[in-house]
């Protein structure tokens, strides 16, 4: 018998976070718990994060694509498939206004799926749940005007695992127990 355990990973970016206003750069890829968010265009502006004192921090620290237009990828690092759950996305710049994003993802068996969240246009984030992305190998989507940060991306990864049937443990206890059983009645015969 087979059973599915899955392992649930929340790619939340805090280890990225920084004192101070402003910005920071991140670089054009950017890899936590074996996945990898890649910025395809390198012949722009890379990642970036918002600093803890800037006032477009949304009280977590969160990623965006600081090229316009620019488009994300998400992959497993090791290649391999996943399902993808959910995201936070968060308005990008004063005075907020409601963007819509769109998701495409790409499936084991080369089909596609997407998902499209448009955000309310209040400052904070929003938690968007995916529908459908499972058996995941990549996730793509732009930053369109008017811009979104995105946070805790939720993962699932799921892997097989074998465990023993019900009927095969009842069938080990009993053949220790015959064991034992001509065991004790070796011992007896022997004194």
Do not use: C
């Not at 265009?41 to 090229?67: K, M, Q, V, W």
């Not at 990864?157 to 009645?185: N, Q, R, Y």
């Amino acid at each position: 018998m087979s059973t599915t355990a899955q392992a649930l990973t929340v790619i939340d970016f805090e280890s990225l976070a920084q004192p101070g206003d402003g910005i920071t750069s991140q670089g054009f890829s950017y890899t936590e718990d074996g996945y990898t968010l890649t910025n395809t265009n390198i012949n722009e502006f890379p990642f970036a994060i918002f600093n803890i004192g800037e006032p477009r921090y949304l009280g977590s620290t969160a990623l965006f694509n600081d090229t316009p237009n620019g488009t994300i990828i998400l992959n497993k690092s090791d290649g391999g498939a996943f399902d993808l759950l959910s995201i936070d996305l968060g308005e990008l710049n004063e005075p907020f206004e409601s963007s819509t994003v769109t998701f495409v993802g790409v499936k084991a068996d080369n089909s596609t799926i997407s998902n499209t969240f448009t955000l309310n246009g209040v400052k904070g984030f929003q938690t968007f749940n995916f529908t459908n992305f499972t058996n995941i190998i990549s996730t793509s989507w732009q930053q369109v005007d008017p811009f979104h940060q995105f946070d805790n991306i939720v993962i699932s990864d799921s892997t097989t695992t074998s465990v023993p049937e019900p009927t095969s443990i009842l069938g080990l206890l009993s053949f220790a127990a015959i064991g034992l059983g001509s065991a004790l009645t070796y011992k007896k015969a022997a004194t």
